[in-house]
């Protein structure tokens, strides 16, 4: 690309025309203005996050139970991990799976029926799967609000994400790998464990962790399947609401106190923190491991 | 000294390892017919409870505008066998209406503003540079939608409401498409204010797989283009972005099925006013999302379930759009082909 830019004359009779001329700069300006409306807001969205939060920081937050419009946020925090957890031993399980079906052992046909459900779900509405979660699992089957409903919403939401990093860092480990295990006479089961996902192990590490950082940070199926709580998470599956950050960031915004404000703009901190740092990390497993790689990009 | 096949050693070996192969095989199988079973699952359950409210509001729940719950505390009747409230009349035009317009403008805003950054992103800017703005960009994807929202309503919309908007309101000429753009702006809560913020949500979508599809793109033919006089906005219109159509198309619709979801920051954003789609840009608005986030609470409290129901319709229609805008994408991309050419390969 850098030689596209060297080979183009910079003589002032080019180009021909007037207007070519013309379309060439705003359409440079127009392409820097593009970028300048996408980082100038985030900037202040993320510089607004902690600008909002930091003032009234009190780190007792993150050790004291909520008392909901005031208190501290730790039933939040563990309960928001509590639930990444659960998401990444169940959506974990069947998100790597599924994207071993879907790269490996798709030589039957039904496996475009997976691809077109995962595909669905990856941009099917999300309150309408909380909607669902809470007809059916809260009231259909009485479970209450939840821990397991939480999880098996959020689950079926985040897994279309596991699966499709799964399928394509499968896909970009080299044939001859495969080729090589074979030749060693290693069934596929075990060449699969010990050679192919193991070499594509950063790529579905990195798909598992920005699936936790989206359910990390998901409200709208959560509002009605996990319900909302004082309380730290109990260890029973059902019938015990489960505390998460974003409930604190909806319901406290608009109460009439400010100390409603402060554990809104915290919770809001706090999370943005969560988020930030795992996508950071499964962006370090990405660059490290290219450095390696052979080949990719 | 080797052990040889008939070593029984080898062969228990052999069989764990057999038995490893079924157990991938299976559980791989097992495990991709969860997804299917879940989303035929959640279909079924929304259609279920759909049906009440599809058998009583009839084809006009297309086109009313009313979201009257009716006297939960009065009488109950019957229409068609269904039990609901008297008075309970409901029609989701304006909640369909705020969905498309909020998504559609947010699309069209959001569309250009990515093809734009990640032309720069890997054409212009120096690596060093390049480098954290794509990170960062892609980050922005990542943020959640609740902190988004709350950005929204406390700083972006306060700031477009007092600054902005009243600029356009007052400049712009009172014809045509113009016109939405005139009126009281508001306090910053509303249609365009949703818009604006979706579409600052879906940028990050669009923009970080163009740019991972325009790094794809072979330099030889660009290469071949400006040897031929194409300057740089030739070459990406007539090279770079026909190269990786189908990719941008697939980023595109999948920002818009993001958009025609989104409901934190909509409910957050839109005003969540129901009942009356709204007259102008500025006006509060709700979108079928945001309307059964903010309306189940209450809709739990209707004995009859009939306004629970309802929110399923209007649930299954917004369902029914993602499927459609989905299927269309698929279509899209399969007409156009996995890459289009257009350079000679001779």
Partial sequence: MDQVKRTTP???????????????????????????????????LVIGVVARAVPHWQWNVV???????????????????????GVAVIAGSIGVLTGVRLAELSRLRSGAWARGAIDILAGFPSIVLGYVGYVALCVGLHWGFSLLAALLILSLMVVPYIAKSTESALRQVPTSYREGAEALGMPEGYALRRVVIRSALPGIVTGLLIALSVAGGETAPLLYTAG?????????????????????????????????????????????????????????????????????? | MWPTRRDPSVRRVGQRRRR????WRWGARVASWIPIGGLSFVLIILVIKAWPAIVVNGADFLTKSQWLPGNTYGGVVHTHGVAHPMGSSYGAWPLIAGTLETSLIAVVIALPIALGTAFALTELMPAWLARPLSFFVEILAGLPSVVIGLWGVLEIGPFLAHHVYPLVANHVPNVGPFRYLKGPVGYGEGLLTSSLVLGLMIVPIIASTTRDLFMQVPALPKEGA??????????????TIPWVRSGIVGATVLGLGR????????????????????????????TIAATIVSQLDSAATDGTGFAISSLAEAGLILAVIALAVNLVARAIVSRTGRLAAPVGRG
């Fill in chain 2, 226 to 239: 400006v040897a031929l006089g194409f300057t740089e906005a030739e070459v990406a219109r007539r090279i």
């Fill in chain 2, 20 to 23: 490893e192969d079924l157990a």
């Fill in chain 1, 63 to 85: 050790t004291t139970l909520s008392q909901g419009t005031s208190g501290g946020l730790e039933n939040a925090i563990v309960g928001t991990l509590v639930l990444m957890a």
């Fill in chain 2, 259 to 286: 958009a025609l979801g989104e409901t934190m920051a909509v409910a957050m954003i839109s005003g969540s006013v129901l009942g009356k789609v709204s007259p102008t840009l500025y006006g509060t608005m709700t």
């Fill in chain 1, 228 to 297: 909302a709580t004082n309380n730290l998470p109990t260890f029973s599956l059902l019938h015990q609401p489960v505390a998460y950050l974003t409930y604190y960031v909806w319901t406290d915004y608009n109460q009439p106190s400010d100390v409603a404000h402060y554990v809104s703009n915290d919770a809001a901190l706090i999370l943005v923190v969560l988020v930030l740092t795992m996508l950071v990390v499964a962006r370090v497993i990405v660059a490290r491991t290219q450095r390696h790689a052979e080949g990719t990009r």
């Fill in chain 1, 10 to 44: 910079s003589d002032h009779s080019y180009p021909s025309t007037r207007r070519r001329r013309m379309t060439a700069v705003i359409f440079r300006g127009a392409t820097l203005l593009a970028l300048a409306l996408v980082v100038a807001p985030a900037l202040w």
